[in-house]
C-alpha cells in the first residue's frame, strides 16, 4: 500500500492540492495524510489553518490530518532540518507515530531547497517526491541547491496555470516535469472555499487592494505605496475598497489609511483577519470591479481565471529594493510589473488588455530565464545562452529594471562587459591568474 504525505503551509497551497486530486493528477494511493506546516514567526499566535472557512471541505480528500509542527515541537518547523546521523532515528520514529510501518511513502511538497519542506524529504527518504508551487513561483528557478538524495526522487511539478503557454522554471535542472493543475478544479475549489467564507460587509463590485507580506519594502516605502494604492483606485472613480493582507502582512487599514480614505470621500472595508480567506475567494464571492496589488499570485488569478480587471502598483520601486536579486519575489513581481497595466496609467488600465497566451509569450519572451539564470547561475548554468541572447537582444529602458548592472557585470553577460572581453570571465586560466593576482595584492 502506497502512503501519500501532502505538506501544505497556508490556504492556497492546500487548495492547489485538493484541486490536482480532483483532477486526477496524483494517481491512487491506499492512504492519503495532509501534513499541516505552520512556518509564521509565532505558530502559537497565528490562527491555525484547520479555523480557515471551507478547510473541512479541503480535508474531505484526505484520510488523516497531523501537524508537523507538533511533530518536532519545541523546534521551529521554518528553521530545522535533521542532522545527518540523526535521520534514521526521525524516519523511524515518524513511522511509528504515523503508524506508516514499512508502506512506500510518496511526498506532495512545496520546493525542497528550505525547511520545512527538506525536512519532511530527509526523514523520509526514498520514495518518489512530487513538488508544487501555489503562486508565480514555479516561473522562477529553485532557491538554492538541493542535494541530489532528493532532488532525483522529484517526478513533476504541479502548478496553477497562471501564465497560460509559459513553460514553468522550478526544478528544471532535475528533469521535473511540469503539470499544470486545470483551472476548472482549481475554480471548483475556490468556489467550495467561498461557500463558507464569512460576508466581507463589501458591495459586490466594490475594488479589492492586495498587500503583500511585510519585508520587501522599508516600512515608511510601504505605508506610502498603500496610500499610493487608495489615491489611484480613488482616481479612477472607485468608492468603496476592501483591503486584504497576506497571512503576516501589514495591518490592512492603518489609521493613515482610514484617514486618507475619508479625505477622499470613499469606503474602506477589511474582512475579519481572524477568519482568514483567500484573495481568490474575494474575487470569487464580491466580482470586484478592479483588483490592485504588487506581486500576489491572486493579480493573475484574478486576471486569467476570473476575467477581473487588475493593475500593478509599486512593483518598479519593488524591483529596486528587493535584496539579494535572488529573493523569492523577483519572478512573481517581474510577471506583474512585464504583464499588468500600471494604476498611475488610468488609460492603460481603462483598455484592459486581455492576458492571451500569445500575448503573456510575446511580453514574457526570453525574459524569464534571462532573471532566472541571473538569479541563480550556479543551479541553472543552462540557461546562461537564453540570458545571453535575451540581453543581446531586449534591453532597453524599459527592460533594464529586472536586473542589476553589477550582477550581470559578475556573470559577463552582454549589457555590461562588452561582446569582445565576454571571454575573459569564462576562461578558466584567467580566473585562476586573476585570484593569483588578488592573493599577492593581499599578502
Known amino acids: 500500500m502506497t502512503v501519500q504525505i501532502f505538506a501544505a503551509s497556508g490556504l492556497r497551497g492546500a487548495a492547489v492540492l485538493a484541486a490536482a486530486l480532483d483532477s486526477g493528477l496524483l494517481g491512487d494511493a491506499g492512504r492519503r495524510i495532509l501534513l499541516l506546516c505552520d512556518t509564521s ?50 524516519e523511524r520514529h515518524l513511522r511509528r507515530a504515523w503508524n506508516l510501518g514499512d508502506e512506500e511513502v510518496e511526498l506532495v511538497l512545496e520546493s525542497p531547497d528550505a525547511a520545512p519542506a527538506l525536512a519532511v524529504a530527509q526523514v523520509l527518504p526514498g520514495g518518489p517526491v512530487t513538488v508544487y508551487a501555489d503562486g508565480l513561483t514555479a516561473y522562477g528557478p529553485t532557491g538554492g541547491k538541493i542535494p541530489p538524495l532528493i532532488g532525483t526522487r522529484v517526478r513533476q511539478l504541479l502548478h496553477p496555470d497562471l501564465l497560460p503557454g509559459v513553460t514553468p522554471v522550478l526544478l528544471g535542472e532535475f528533469g521535473a516535469v511540469p503539470r499544470p493543475v486545470p483551472a476548472p478544479a482549481l475554480l471548483k475549489v475556490l468556489g467550495e472555499l467561498a461557500q463558507d467564507a464569512p460576508e466581507s460587509g463589501a458591495p459586490e463590485g466594490a475594488a479589492l487592494l492586495l498587500f503583500s507580506g511585510p519585508g520587501t519594502l522599508p516600512a515608511a516605502e510601504e505605508a506610502e505605496l498603500h496610500l499610493r494604492m487608495v489615491r489611484g483606485t480613488a482616481a479612477l472613480g472607485h468608492t468603496h475598497l476592501v483591503l486584504h493582507a497576506d497571512p503576516g502582512g501589514p495591518t490592512p487599514a492603518s489609521p493613515a489609511l482610514r484617514a486618507e480614505a475619508a479625505r477622499l470621500g470613499v469606503e474602506l472595508t477589511v474582512p475579519d483577519p481572524g477568519a482568514p480567506l483567500l484573495a481568490e475567494v474575494l474575487c470569487e464571492r464580491l466580482r470586484p470591479a478592479l483588483v490592485v496589488g504588487t506581486c500576489s499570485p491572486a493579480m493573475m488569478s484574478a486576471a486569467v481565471h476570473h476575467g477581473l480587471p487588475v493593475a500593478r502598483a509599486g512593483t518598479g520601486t519593488l524591483l529596486e529594493h528587493l535584496t539579494p536579486y535572488e529573493h523569492p519575489a523577483r519572478i512573481p513581481v517581474t510577471v506583474v510589473d512585464a504583464l499588468l497595466p500600471d ?38 548554468p543552462d540557461l546562461r545562452p537564453a540570458a545571453e541572447r535575451y540581453l543581446s537582444t531586449r534591453l532597453n529602458t524599459r527592460t533594464w529594471r529586472y536586473f542589476k548592472r553589477r550582477r550581470l557585470g559578475s556573470l559577463a553577460l552582454p549589457g555590461v562587459v562588452p561582446a569582445r572581453l565576454a571571454f575573459v570571465r569564462r576562461n578558466a586560466a584567467l580566473r585562476r591568474l586573476a585570484r593569483r593576482a588578488r592573493a599577492l595584492k593581499r599578502g
Do not use: C
Open 41 to 90: 514567526a509565532v505558530p502559537e499566535a497565528s490562527v491555525p489553518l484547520r479555523q480557515a472557512p471551507g478547510f473541512e471541505r479541503l480535508t474531505a480528500r484526505f484520510d488523516e490530518v497531523l501537524s508537523w509542527n507538533d511533530a518536532v515541537h519545541p523546534l521551529h518547523p521554518a528553521a530545522w532540518t535533521p542532522r545527518p546521523d540523526d535521520v534514521p532515528l526521525w
Open 343 to 380: 494604476l498611475a496609467e488610468p488609460a492603460a488600465v481603462a483598455e484592459r488588455p486581455a492576458l492571451t497566451e500569445a500575448s503573456v509569450a510575446e511580453a514574457l519572451d526570453g525574459l524569464l530565464p534571462a532573471v532566472a539564470f541571473a538569479m541563480q547561475p550556479r543551479v541553472r
